[in-house]
């Protein structure tokens, strides 16, 4: 499902900050299907392949421990860590990525109705959203060894 995923940056890739700024530019495979890209922004004390170079450990402490603000949180070493807004970006647009998603959910709808040898008749919501779904099964399902039940009903 994911064979790009090797061929595009992530999902852990550490980009150094150059004043204030990080860049990243990287090819988009020609048979990249739409999805979203997500980036997340983290000044981190707590990484050994990464440490912070020593003029920000003289700021912020060895393990962050000096660290302020809204951004920070508690890190295994007794320091801190900031994590800031995580960014999505639809590639190559919303509205492709919108029915991408749509068609994919589609056919796993379709794939579970036929792996069930026609048990499940028909999977619709139950209300205006996927919350909550109707599942229209064949009277043979009432015959079907109990295992094979396992549906939550409301």
Not at 56 to 85: C, H, P, V, W
Not at 86 to 92: G, H, I, L, R, S
Request: charged share 25%.
């Amino acid at each position: 499902m994911f064979d790009w995923i090797d061929r595009v940056p992530g999902p852990h890739t550490i980009i150094k900050t150059q004043c204030g700024k990080a860049e990243l530019t990287f090819d988009i495979p020609a048979d990249l299907k739409p999805t979203e890209f997500a980036a997340s922004a983290m000044f981190r004390f707590n990484l050994d392949d990464h440490p912070q170079p020593d003029t920000i450990k003289s700021i912020y402490g060895e393990f962050g421990e000096k660290m302020t603000g809204d951004l920070a949180r508690d890190n295994q070493l007794g320091g801190k860590n900031a994590t800031f807004e995580t960014v999505t970006v639809a590639y190559p647009s919303a509205e492709a990525v919108k029915n991408q998603q749509s068609n994919t959910f589609d056919e796993a709808i379709s794939e579970l109705k036929t792996m069930s040898d026609g048990i499940i008749l028909d999977v619709r919501p139950r209300y205006d959203d996927w919350g909550s779904v109707n599942v229209v099964v064949s009277d043979s399902w009432y015959y079907s060894p109990e295992h094979e039940k396992d549906l939550q009903t409301n």
